[in-house]
């Protein structure tokens, strides 16, 4: 559980801790496992960004529909790829830009609360989805693009929301492995976690 929280927070804020650098996987393979995280009528149609051999996010496809699905960063540990609605795109990027500026996750979360608190920094209306889709690397074939046994979380952005607000729990109700629970309430990064049980290989 611990693990999600960190994988959708680096997602969120752009931030995480850098490993050996690894080899890039080609666009091809780069785009092939992003859309991992995306659901399967949704998949074609997803606008894909990726990173060139700088280590800089770049668009590797345009799309057609309202889906942006991020790479696997080659220089952080573990796999993960992120699939969101296109009105999150200024928040997400103006994480990696934060990022970029050497921030802290805590320092890049006060930057943007800020900032959308004032306007400066436009979130979405209505409530968004974010899909992260994660494995360990040694279920990653970096040669062919083939991922085995990841596993698909959900969130739902929705800024400025409260526990009273929605009627979500603070926290996840260990009884019940999927309920839905709210965090960071109250804040522009308010977002429902939805956590589903994993599936042993063969189930």
């Not at 606008?47 to 080659?74: F, H, M, S």
């Not at 103006?94 to 004032?118: P, V, Y």
């Not at 929301?161 to 492995?177: I, R, V, Y």
Request: proline share 8%; glycine share 8%; charged share 20%.
């Amino acid at each position: 559980m611990k693990k999600f929280f960190a994988l959708v927070f680096t997602v969120m804020t752009g931030y995480g801790a850098h490993a050996q650098s690894t080899p890039l996987p080609t666009a091809e393979n780069q785009v092939k496992t992003a859309v991992l995280a995306a659901p399967a009528d949704k998949r074609e149609g997803a606008t894909v960004l990726g990173y060139n051999q700088k280590g800089e996010v770049v668009t590797l496809r345009k799309g057609t529909n309202e889906l942006i699905c991020l790479a696997d960063d080659p220089n952080q540990p573990g796999f993960s790829v992120s699939c969101y609605h296109r009105d999150l795109e200024p928040f997400m990027a103006r994480g990696r830009e934060l990022r970029k500026q050497g921030m802290s996750a805590n320092d890049i979360f006060e930057t943007r609360e800020k900032e959308a608190k004032s306007g400066k920094l436009t979130l979405p209306k209505q409530p968004t989805s974010l899909f992260v889709y994660s494995a360990p690397d040694e279920q990653v074939n970096a040669r062919t693009g083939e991922v085995t046994d990841g596993y698909l979380r959900y969130v739902v952005y929705i800024p400025w929301a409260t526990a009273e607000s929605t009627g979500l729990p603070l926290k996840p109700d260990q009884g019940a492995a999927a309920m839905p629970w709210i965090m960071h309430p109250g804040t522009h990064g308010a977002h429902i976690m939805i956590n589903p049980p994993k599936v042993k290989a063969g189930q």
